[in-house]
Nanobody, 117 residues
Framework: QVQLVESGGGLVQAGGSLRLSCAAS????????MGWFRQAPGKEREYVAS????????YYADSVKGRFTISRDNAKTTIYLQMNSLKPEDTAVYYC??????????WGQGTQVTVSS
């Protein structure tokens, strides 16, 4: 059974940094694409970034490009989201997710990120 467990959220001032972690288990993820989404209060969930586990190819939403970095640690089967130059509009619950085909099939429980101005 696939489990995705996020950690690392918290409260930070604008301009600060946070690193989110997502520990993945229950499957061999080498063929998966792993991603981060976020959902702010009253808004729809939106794509943030993703990484192809085997090749390490990364993709980013325009809103976070140049500020966020997604990466993975094969030995720990963990993916990370390094978030720098945080803005109040980055405030959201951040979700780790995984897909083998077109749809993201597996989701973590989410971790809250709050950026104060």
């Amino acid at each position: 059974q696939v489990q995705l467990v996020e950690s690392g959220g918290g409260l930070v001032q604008a301009g600060g940094s946070l690193r989110l972690s997502c520990a993945a288990s229950g499957r061999t993820f080498s063929a998966y694409t792993m991603g981060w989404f976020r959902q702010a209060p009253g808004k729809e969930r939106e794509y943030v970034a993703s990484i192809n586990w085997s090749r390490g190819i990364t993709y980013y939403a325009d809103s976070v490009k140049g500020r966020f970095t997604i990466s993975r640690d094969n030995a720990k089967t963990t993916i990370y989201l390094q978030m720098n130059s945080l803005k109040p509009e980055d405030t959201a619950v951040y979700y780790c997710t995984a897909r083998l085909t077109r749809e993201y099939d597996y989701w973590g429980q989410g971790t809250q990120v709050t950026v104060s101005s």
